[in-house]
């Protein structure tokens, strides 16, 4: 007997769908955690990598949590390499000292500076602080990003917004 | 309740930037099966997907919901679904030409893929009848193999994924009577006017 089709049990939306709901967020997203200077390469390879996955996604009921836990990665990848990365010494003349912060928003110092500072933060609690307030991500949507307890989870936003009420000043 | 810091840090966060193009790139990597995007016509808003391999499906989006018809693409042919204009391009300037009257075949590739036994012969028989010329139901069907079977292919012909390009506006009743149409009957009426060379579609 010929073999039936078996029809997938994942309906999955089309894409443009994801890209519409949170493209933007993710963008911001990678932004907080990489730099603005970065964050364009990151995103095209967080969609890209989403892209090639998709279609053998089993489970589709929490897709923003997915394209996070990619972004997530992609921002680890990104700053592994760039510590990776050899330093020429002597090869090239040094390019002049970057400024420290580069602004995540463009516009409005103030913003720029807090946002800085969630830069300086410890890689967790940056993340943490960049999927709650930039994603809006509830508790346990960051702790399956990030693939920590939903308590570490509360506890790296916590210690992030001590310190950031410690050092942040306008 | 919410802090000063977190007002901050949600407020500074809400701006947003211009996205980097996502279409051409997943395009470049192979990524991207179905390439999506709109059309205003004289007939109204179109939706146009295609795949690699050409134009797959055209739809008239206020007879048929975009979502919809995007997710039954999305499950007939796959999820890599994107608005991507730029692939759209050629058709999308072909089917201008066509309405101002400057055109009277499409050069672009059609995918045949959401079509397959009798229905895919009958559109393929009826992409055969020229511009400017119609043919019968019983036409269409004896083309495609069944000459009894012209209520068939009036199924065949109302399932067309591809109207205006696969033109089953052109396949009338032996007596003359319209038939039926997918985008309804006022707009096979104006593309049969437009092919006869009566005054160039209008906004509707």
Redesign the interface.
């Known amino acids: 007997m010929p073999r039936r089709r078996v029809p997938s049990l994942v309906?999955?939306?089309?894409?443009?769908?994801l890209?519409d709901a949170h493209?933007?967020d993710v963008?911001?997203f990678l932004?907080?955690t990489v730099g603005r200077l970065d964050a364009?390469d990151c995103?095209?390879e967080t969609?890209?990598a989403a892209?090639?996955a998709?279609?053998r996604l089993h489970d589709a009921s929490n897709l923003k949590s997915w394209i996070f836990t990619v972004a997530h990665r992609k921002a680890i990848d990104h700053v592994r390499s760039r510590r990776r990365a050899p330093v020429a010494v002597g090869a090239e003349l040094p390019e002049p000292a970057a400024p420290a912060a580069t602004p995540?928003?463009?516009a409005?110092e103030?913003?720029?500076d807090?946002?800085a500072r969630?830069r300086e933060l410890p890689p967790k609690q940056r993340t943490a602080?960049?999927l709650?307030?930039?994603a809006?991500a509830a508790y346990d949507e960051i702790s399956a990003v990030m693939g920590t307890s939903e308590q570490a989870a509360r506890r790296n936003v916590h210690e992030a917004?001590k310190r950031?009420?410690t050092e942040?000043r306008r | 309740m919410m802090?000063e810091?977190?007002h901050?840090?949600?407020?500074?966060?809400s701006?947003?930037?211009a996205?980097?193009d996502?279409a051409e790139?997943?395009s470049a990597?192979g990524?991207?099966d179905?390439a999506?995007a709109t059309l205003d016509s004289p007939l109204g808003t179109l939706l146009l997907a295609s795949t690699p391999r050409g134009l797959v499906r055209l739809a008239y989006v206020d007879h048929e919901d975009a979502d919809s018809v995007?997710?039954q693409?999305?499950?007939k042919l796959?999820?890599?679904?994107?608005?991507a204009p730029r692939r759209l391009d050629e058709p999308r300037r072909e089917l201008d030409q066509y309405f101002a009257g400057a055109r009277r075949r499409f050069e672009f590739p059609l995918d045949w893929r959401l079509t397959r036994g009798f229905t895919r012969r009958v559109l393929q028989a009826t992409a055969q009848v020229p511009y400017g010329a119609t043919a019968s139901y019983k036409q269409v069907a004896a083309q495609a193999g069944s000459p009894l079977a012209s209520r068939a292919a009036g199924n065949a012909l109302g399932s067309n994924p591809i109207p205006i390009v696969v033109p089953c506006h052109r396949i009338l009743h032996s007596g003359g009577g319209l038939g039926g149409y997918t985008g309804g009957l006022e707009r096979k009426r104006r593309l049969l006017a437009v092919e006869s060379g009566q005054p160039q579609l209008t906004e509707p």
Not at chain 1, 11 to 17: A, E, H, K, S, Y
Not at chain 2, 78 to 83: K, M, N, T
Request: proline share 8%; glycine share 6%; aromatic share 10%.
């Open positions: 309906r999955l939306p089309p894409f443009q769908t890209l493209g933007a963008h911001r932004v907080a364009d995103y095209q969609w890209l892209l090639r998709y279609p995540p928003g463009g409005g103030t913003d720029d807090l946002w969630v602080v960049a709650r307030y930039v809006d917004l950031l009420r942040y | 802090t810091i977190e901050e840090l949600r407020r500074s966060a701006r947003s930037d996205l980097p996502l790139s997943a990597a990524l991207l179905v999506f995007l997710e693409l999305a499950a796959s999820p890599r679904i994107l608005a």
